[in-house]
């Protein structure tokens, strides 16, 4: 055979191709090289990232609690209940032939009954998500519904299609108390309102993580790169709030907004004077933190009567909106005309800058000129000549004008700053407002803005203010969080007491205490705040808004009361504001007065504060009816004869005979004068019933012989020593004139103010 020599093109393309072969090799060996050495780390976490699922271990948010060491808010362990859709497939496809078990419908079956969600919801879930390992179908499981959620997983063996996870969720345990100033999270456990918004960062810790390794069924695996990353706990807040006096606090306001049938609900603060520490803030129809997207019912009358169809785009608006309101810190958020409690304010000014310029007296004939202008006083015929002391107590808007013009707007407007009213308080709460002034002030708004009218600030700068006045002239800081600790003990973060200024002096402000202590014990205008034992000092106010939606036909009225005691050696200081009261007469001294005189005679004892009686209030104050029941006849006589009340005996009136029920009860409280105890002995039982009459407008001797004369009791809300004369009238009753009620019971009566007085601010210039 004959040889075939070899070309030397096939040679060449020979060596080639060897040659790309063996580059191909080397740039596979470096790739490979490359991948286990400097990209090894980059390629292992995209492995891991594929066999790996990273869960997250929620962090437990920290605790807030009140002064006293009460929580106001903690954690509670609730269950997530989610499926493994994947895991779901993977089990159909595994059932052996002639099995008709179906994964999706038993799951979505048993969780929409035990859980109440929709089936359609869960089926969704198992069928559509078939590449997921988790879809959740429900939060915030309870540990009784958690067990059934377990108990049906063994009965028909789910243990790789439905899970639980332990978390621990957001729980409140005074429901709505101190809801507005607490605020609450989502359902993520981030702060959304309130101290929960301010101090998310110190509340909410950092999460840890559970990595672990799964195969494509979702089943764990044993595996070297489990893991787990501990997660740290959020610190705990300890507040100045005191949840007995905010429980006050929130019963009068709650009161107050009742009684006068508020429109835009009521506020109110109760501050330490000395620190600026807030012991109590609230707005009246609060809302359950525990549930915080449901409306109050005030809100959801709104929302009812709008004539909105449920589930139009219209009606989810109104009902984000009546959300946000229902939310929002009046205290805090808000601005108002701060009214005659400002005068308080005027009254300090004038004391410290020109003192030596005040007159003896000023006449009050109704109204003063100012710049061709007639402004008008409250009272429209004129107090007449009243000393500096009465026409604070009187709240004489002639006085004022006169020590606005004498103060000049220069120092009035040093002053204003200086008291607060320019800057915020600093409060640390989120949202705070600011107030309103003109920017250019005239002399025609300085005559207006002595008497506190035509000009807005928040209750918290009005608060802050009074109380510089009440602890001698320091404008403090006001504030919520005293200190803030982890769970071990070790404190983080404490306060200290911040003095923004000295604003006038203690010799100002003692003497101011007494003026406005004596109108109070006194006839002055805030004597509703009257508490027996203690010397209040208290100021009183009566604004009309103004802006859209108020005009002649529809005005709106705000009635507030400022207050501090003890006046001679205060402690804390008080407002309440109600907001557009509809029913009654419009005054701050019967709308908000005697909501503060009741808050502070809880108040005060409950602080430690002894009461200190006068022979006169010895003698006329009210005293609390004891428990008679069971006493013989005549040991119960001799207890009602040594409180000084007067008794009635229904039945049997042997002396031996046992007191089987009584009217009105233990505890109650009755005018000493007046008081009347009805006994029943014997077989009898308080059945007979009285009609309670219409007191409105009657004074306080002819309203007294009313209610005797229908077996009924007295109880005179503010100074009853003040409201024996014929001006003063009943503005309110506890009691709706027509109801039915036993013989013994005590209606509460409210007085206002003079007849002469008129209540219109509408334009208080001509």
């Known amino acids: 055979m004959a040889n075939r020599s070899i070309s030397t093109e096939a040679v060449k393309r020979s060596t080639w191709l060897g040659i790309l072969i063996c580059a191909a090799f080397v740039i596979l060996l470096l790739r490979i090289l490359m991948i286990q050495t400097v990209h090894f780390d980059k390629y292992q976490s995209k492995v891991l990232d594929q066999i790996t699922t990273e869960s997250a271990v929620p962090a437990n948010r920290g605790k807030i609690y009140d002064r006293n060491g009460n929580i106001l808010a903690t954690n509670i362990t609730t269950y997530r209940v989610f499926v493994s859709p994947s895991g779901i497939k993977n089990a159909q496809e595994e059932l052996e032939e002639g099995d008709r078990t179906n994964y999706a419908e038993l799951v979505s079956a048993g ?135 905010q429980s006050f606090l929130e019963e009068q306001l709650e009161q107050a907004a009742l009684n006068s049938e508020a429109a835009n609900r009521a506020c109110g603060i109760v501050m330490d004077v000395d620190t600026g520490a807030i012991l109590a803030m609230a707005t009246s129809s609060s809302f359950n933190l525990n549930d915080p997207w449901k409306l109050d019912e005030l809100s959801q009358n709104i929302l009812a009567t709008s004539g909105y169809a449920e589930g139009s785009d219209e009606y989810a608006d109104l009902q984000r909106t009546l959300l946000t309101e229902m939310w929002s810190n009046k205290a805090v958020t808000e601005s108002y005309i701060p009214g005659s409690t400002f005068k308080i304010v005027t009254s300090a000014m004038a004391l410290e800058e020109i003192r030596d310029q005040i007159p003896p007296t000023v006449y009050c004939g109704g109204w003063k000129e100012v710049l061709g202008h007639k402004i008008h006083c409250h009272k429209v015929n004129g107090h007449g000549d009243l000393t500096f002391a009465e026409g604070i107590q009187q709240s004489c808007n002639v006085w004022f004008m006169t020590l606005g013009e004498k103060l000049g707007v220069e120092t009035y407007q040093q002053y204003v700053k200086a008291f607060g009213y320019k800057e915020k308080t600093g409060i640390d709460l989120p949202g705070e407002g600011s107030s309103i002034f003109a920017s250019n002030m005239t002399q025609l708004d300085l005559a207006i803005y002595a008497f506190g009218q035509n000009f807005n600030v ?87 808004k103004k802006g859209a939606g108020f005009s002649e036909d529809n005005k709106a009225y705000i009635c507030s009361t400022v207050a ?5 050696d205060p402690e ?89 029920a009584q009217s009105p009860s233990s505890g109650t409280r009755v005018e000493k004068e007046s008081g009347r105890v009805f006994l029943y002995v014997g077989a009898e039982a308080p059945t007979e019933e009285t009609e309670v009459p219409d007191l409105i407008g009657m004074n306080a001797v002819q309203a007294n012989a009313k209610l005797v004369g229908c077996g009924l009791n007295v109880r ?48 208080p210039v001509q």
Do not use: W
């Open 111 to 245: 969780l929409s009954e035990i859980l109440g969600v929709s089936y359609d919801e869960v089926h969704k879930q198992v069928t559509q998500y078939t590449k997921y390992l988790d879809r959740t179908i429900k939060r915030k499981v309870d540990e009784d519904t958690a067990d059934a959620v377990r108990d049906y997983i063994d009965e028909h063996g789910l243990q790789t299609m439905i899970y639980l996870e332990a978390q621990s969720t957001r729980y409140y345990p005074g429901g709505s108390l101190g809801a507005h100033m607490i605020g609450f999270t989502s359902s993520d456990g981030v702060g959304l309102y309130g101290l929960e918004y301010q101090y998310d960062e110190y509340l909410k810790g950092v999460d840890g993580y559970y990595i672990k390794a799964r195969d494509s069924y979702g089943n764990e695996m044993p595996s070297d790169y489990t893991s787990y990353i501990e997660a740290v706990d959020g610190y705990n807040l300890q507040t100045t709030i005191d949840t007995t006096i």
């Open 458 to 544: 928040t209750p918290m700068q009005q608060l802050s203010a009074v109380s510089a006045v009440a602890n001698g002239g320091s404008l403090m800081t006001p504030y919520l969080v005293e200190k803030i600790t982890d769970n071990a003990g070790n404190v983080i973060y404490q306060h200290e007491t911040r003095l923004k200024r000295n604003v006038v002096s203690r010799a100002v402000c003692e003497e101011l205490a007494v003026i406005l202590e004596e109108g109070v014990s006194g006839n002055g205008g805030a004597k509703n705040a009257y508490v027996a034992g203690y010397r209040v000092a208290a100021k009183t106010g009566t604004s009309e």
């Open 716 to 763: 005179i809300q503010g100074s009853s020593s003040n409201i024996s004369g014929t001006k003063s009238t009943v503005s309110s009753q506890s009691i709706a004139a027509g109801t039915k009620v036993k013989k013994g019971t005590v209606v509460s009566l409210t007085f206002g103010a003079d007849p002469d007085e008129n209540p219109d601010y509408e334009n």
């Open 572 to 660: 804390v200081a008080i407002i309440i504001i109600v907001d557009e009261p509809t029913k009654g007469v419009l005054y701050g001294s019967t709308v908000a007065a005697p909501y503060v005189g009741a808050a502070l005679e809880n108040i005060l004892p409950y602080m430690g504060v002894t009461p200190i009686y006068t022979e006169a209030e010895q003698a006329k104050m009210a005293v609390r009816v004891g428990n008679y029941k069971g006493d013989t006849l005549a040991d119960a006589i001799a207890s009602i004869r040594e409180l000084g009340l007067s008794y009635t005996v229904i039945g049997n009136t042997g002396g031996s005979a046992f007191v089987t």
């Open 564 to 568: 501090f005691a003890p006046a001679d």
